[in-house]
């Protein structure tokens, strides 16, 4: 890299800064703690985007997480706009990215982690040599120092750098409590033909749950066949009509820790209590055990490469395993409004996953409220808006709904939120009104020739042949350019619109359904 190239990168650092703290702070199999720290200083509320567990998640290291999910998506290659959907999940990413992280600093804590600032001085000097080294060529000294300086306040902040440290010191606490011998290696190659059966809790109370495996559990203890009653009660749609047939099971599989210890103290023959797991509740049976050590175990160097990827197998798993009880633990208090907004969310999804409908309704109430707050605040936008306009139509709040799509497309020209401000208003029977949206819709829909078929649907039903042969015709000449061996065109809920030639790997079923679908022509049905 020339000196001329490195004066131009410095002054857009921020531009790519992401992408290189990506690159320099990601640690082992932990995920990066984003290169800020998670501060403890008392700060104004505009400042704090949340507190987890007392600690404040600053809205500078929230705000560029959301600048590198943006940049991860323009440096995806994708030519789209961005629509209103992805811009709410870049932002609820980047909060998740923010509390993770702040979590994991505070686990390095809990055990005892500590980085001085001359170690991250340190480390900061060296980072800071790596990158520039062979890049100043011809730079005046004070040239050097300027880069010098820039490199460590814009790409590796001390705090970031500390941050990393603490991440080296977490693995190497978590790596010393995980020494697996040789007789574990052997161990880990047993597996076992295994079946289970699930009672889910994601759409009933634990309670429930529980009372049902008890049941089942009885029924086994009667004499029941296990097979037999995983095909009448097991919710695993995968393994129930196999008599919840799960396969051959070993340590290197990626089942769910708590699934794996219980399975693991059984013996042939032999079933599980009730095993609690995330997605409810397991009684597993091991119908044969046998083992599997690779074949080149004992040739020089082998065992010790096994060895080595147990052990950060095992690392892995006890890691995700703090992670997971630390964020069921933790105390997140919500302090801006999109983060409040998201959080209650998050609750009325999982309450209506479990039928609570009542803490559902009251959830999606907070939701609403923190969303409506975040849409007047500078960090508002269309995409709140749009975001506001479901959770209205979810709580039977059309009228709402309709002025939050108009305010969004006020702002933001989309053709999929004109479409559904079109569907709401067909629904208030404000046929004029609909017909206004449909057609800013069709304006649009250049990049989404799924809608177009659809448009034409509706430019029908409100009786303007007009406007839907000129759907009609853009989506059949959009059927003649995309032409390509095997192609298939599909809507973005996955439903297939079109097929092209005998190549397309579609099912039968599809092809029938295909048929039936007006506005839609099927040129060829694949064989």
């Known amino acids: 890299m020339s000196l001329t190239t490195m004066r ?113 001085r340190a480390e900061q000097t060296k980072m800071v040599q790596r990158f520039l080294a062979d890049k100043l060529n011809g730079a005046t000294p004070d040239e050097k120092r300027d880069y010098e300086e820039k490199a460590k306040a814009q790409l590796f902040p001390l705090e970031g750098v500390k941050n990393q440290l603490m991440a080296q010191g977490l693995e190497q606490k978590l790596r010393d409590q995980t020494k697996p011998t040789d007789a574990d290696l052997m161990k880990s190659y047993q597996e076992y033909k295994t079946r289970h059966i699930l009672i889910k809790t994601d759409t009933r109370p634990d309670a429930e749950a529980r009372r049902r495996g008890e049941e089942v559990l009885s029924k086994l203890k009667a004499g029941v066949a296990f097979e037999d009653l995983a095909r009448k009660y097991s919710e695993d749609t995968s393994t129930k009509t196999k008599g919840g047939d799960l ?25 599980s209590p009730l095993v609690k797991s995330q997605f409810g509740y397991h009684i597993i049976k091991v119908d044969d055990i046998r083992s599997n050590v690779p074949k080149d175990i004992n040739k020089p160097g082998k065992k010790a490469q096994y060895l080595k990827e147990y052990t950060d197998q095992l690392l892995q798993e006890k890691f995700q395993q703090m992670m997971q009880k630390a964020r069921k633990d933790a105390k997140v208090e919500a302090i801006d409004p999109f983060v409040k907004g998201y959080l209650a969310e998050n609750d009325m999804i999982e309450a209506t996953q479990k039928g609570n409908l009542s803490l559902a309704n009251a959830k999606r109430a907070e939701a609403i409220a923190g969303y409506e707050q975040a849409a007047v ?33 006020s702002a933001r020209a989309n053709p999929q939120m004109a479409w559904q401000l079109g569907e709401l208003l067909m629904k208030q029977k404000k046929s004029g009104e609909a017909l206004v949206a449909y057609q800013k819709a069709a304006e649009g829909a250049y990049d989404m020739p799924w809608l177009r078929p659809t448009l034409a649907q509706r430019f029908r039903d409100l009786k303007r042949p007009d406007l839907a042969a000129k759907e009609q015709a853009k989506w059949e000449q959009f059927q003649k350019t995309s032409k390509n061996g095997g192609t298939q065109i599909r809507g973005p809920g996955g439903q297939l619109l079109q097929v092209e030639h005998t190549q397309s790997n579609v099912t039968p079923a599809e092809l029938k359904k295909l048929k039936k679908q007006g506005g839609v022509t099927v040129k060829t049905e694949a064989k």
Do not use: H
């Open 8 to 120: 131009r990168k410095f002054k857009r650092a921020e531009r790519w800064i992401q992408w290189v703290l990506v690159t320099v702070f990601v640690v082992g199999c932990f995920s990066f703690f984003g290169g800020y720290t998670m501060q403890t200083r008392a700060q104004t509320e505009d400042e704090v985007v949340a507190r987890v567990n007392g600690k404040e998640i600053p809205r500078d290291v929230y705000n560029r997480a959301v600048q590198m999910n943006q940049e991860r998506m323009r440096q995806s290659g994708s030519t789209a706009a961005v629509t209103p959907e992805q811009e709410i999940q870049m932002r609820a990413a980047a909060f998740d990215m923010a509390e993770n992280d702040a979590l994991r600093l505070q686990m390095a804590e809990q055990m005892g982690v500590r980085v001085s600032d001359s170690q991250a």
């Open 377 to 409: 605040s500078r960090s508002g936008g269309p995409a709140i808006y749009t975001k506001l306009a479901e959770l209205y139509q979810a709580s039977n709040q059309d009228q709402k709904a309709v002025t939050a799509l108009q305010k969004a497309l």
């Open 247 to 271: 396969g051959w099971v070993g340590a290197k599989t990626g089942f769910v820790p708590e699934f794996k210890e219980a399975l693991f103290k059984l013996n042939k023959g032999e079933v």
